[in-house]
């Protein structure tokens, strides 16, 4: 998709900046062209076209620093998108990205959010002096009509807008509309890989982080970022069992406390929502079965004789989020225990059914969910999920945030 709108040719209210400028020049310059006699005149005039051409030049300068202070920022599918200053104020669709503006230090720009329901900013109390405003995010808890982009007025959405078409009935005329009277889209929807209509490049995590740094004109917090959580993976990756040694795993949906069937995820999938579990390089439990990963369009569900066939060593159920390990235990897991084929399960009898992340996950998100999902696998290892053991340094996160390092 092409960043270039086909709305309005005009001066809108965020280009008029740009190229003001210009026209006040042109028109000092304009007014310099009389020609007068007389030596006062003369003298006059020359004065005149000397502070003309001071003013002039002090233009010229003004117009250099302004385009020195432009940057572009490249990134699929919107292509190069060039922002005349550093964004304020910000929206995005999922917590990812506003995980990601958080880790920034910008995350008291937020204004709203596309899915507030699915953004876990709990972690946050972990990390001092690290905070959103929760409250304003639940005042727009669904950015996702123009009228809300237009109310917003944000300097930059991080969204894919082709999310928007394909999810919430925009069409291409809607999105070159607020990207040319709003602000520009820069985002791209990878928390999974199996939309048919996402048929351009995919990104990490960490390569989405990197782009949005530069949006934010931040890359010295996402450099060290990256740096703490290379450090980070690798020292928890030291530590794993052998391969052959490991569990294998079947990733859910099922959002409910008495769970009767189960919408699949595919670990193959490498969206990034599924990013701690290939780093802890466990094994996907449907593998060599033809059970598709849950999309927009494959929305089939699997019962418990279904799952009891592929009977897994772990099973991972999302959307119990806002649940403690404890109450996951006391509610879903029981329910499962009780079922009279769930009960059969080898992941059941062993106790062995946790909570499985978000759907949506930042920098920061990524850090507390791989030391869960370390317990979670290796609890011999890293200690029980339940536990308080930490894997990684929550001040050294906070530093980061608070550009104190």
Known sequence: MDENSTGNEGLTRRNYIRYGGTALGAGMLAGCTSDSSGSDETTAAAETTTEAAAATETESEAETTEADASYSVTMEPMGEVTFDSVPESWAAYDGGYADMAVALGVGDGVTGVGGAGRYYTYVYDELPGVSVDR???????????????????????????????????????????????????????????????????YYTLYEAFEKVAQVFQREDRYEAFAALHDEFIAEIQSRLPPADERPNVFLTYEGTTEPETFSPYRLN????????WNDLGV????????????STTNRGELDYENLLEVDPDVILVRGHERKTAAEFRDTVLAYMEDHPVGGELTAVQNGRVYRG?????????????????????YPEEFGEVTGDAELFDRQRVADIVNGEF
């Open 135 to 201: 409250e304003q995010i639940e005042a727009y808890p669904e950015v996702r009509t123009k009228e809300e982009f237009y109310e917003l007025d944000n300097d930059v959405h991080l969204y894919d807008p082709n999310m928007l078409i394909n999810w919430f009935d925009w069409d291409q005329e809607d999105v070159d509309e607020i990207a040319e009277n709003v602000a520009p889209f820069v985002g791209n929807l990878i928390f999974r890989r199996s939309d048919g209509w996402h048929d351009y490049r």
């Open 269 to 276: 999938d490498k969206g990034t929502s599924k990013k701690q």
């Open 283 to 294: 094994t996907d439990a449907l593998t060599g079965t033809d059970i598709e990963n849950l």
């Open 357 to 377: 992340g978000y759907l949506n996950q930042g920098p920061i998100h990524n850090l507390f969910l791989t030391e869960r999902a370390a317990k979670q696998m």
